[in-house]
């Protein structure tokens, strides 16, 4: 049974920075990782995905700011979050695909606020 557990999430001031890991445990390749948020009221929204040969995909209002990494022999992903603004509120869920299946984690609140 494939799991993915995240941490890394907590309170952090305005302009902070934050790194969420996500560790995937049940199968030992994904296609693409990557993580979504959702804030209060919100749907689901893509901030940032990667493929196992390293290729990125980032949503509009995470580029510049956020870094997405992997390692492939940890089966982990990374997300570096700097310049953090309020309205980065959300819980940020970790997603993993293998073939036609997607695979989420149960998410970490990052809440940004002074």
């Known amino acids: 049974q494939v799991q993915l557990v995240e941490s890394g999430g907590g309170l952090v001031q305005p302009l902070g920075s934050l790194r969420l890991s996500c560790v995937a445990s049940?199968?030992?390749?994904?296609?693409?990782m990557g993580w979504y948020r959702q804030a209060p009221g919100e749907q689901r929204e893509l901030v940032a995905t990667?493929?196992?040969?390293?290729?990125?995909n980032y949503a509009d209002s995470a580029k510049g700011r956020f870094t997405i990494s992997r390692d492939n022999d940890k089966n982990a992903v990374y997300l570096q979050m700097n310049s953090l603004k309020a309205e980065d509120t959300a819980t940020y869920y970790c997603?993993?695909?293998?073939?036609?299946?997607?695979?989420w984690g149960k998410g970490t609140l990052v809440t940004v606020s002074s």
């Open positions: 997603y993993a695909k293998y073939a036609w299946t997607n695979y």
């Open positions: 049940g199968r030992s390749f994904f296609s693409v």
């Open positions: 990667i493929t196992s040969s390293g290729s990125t």
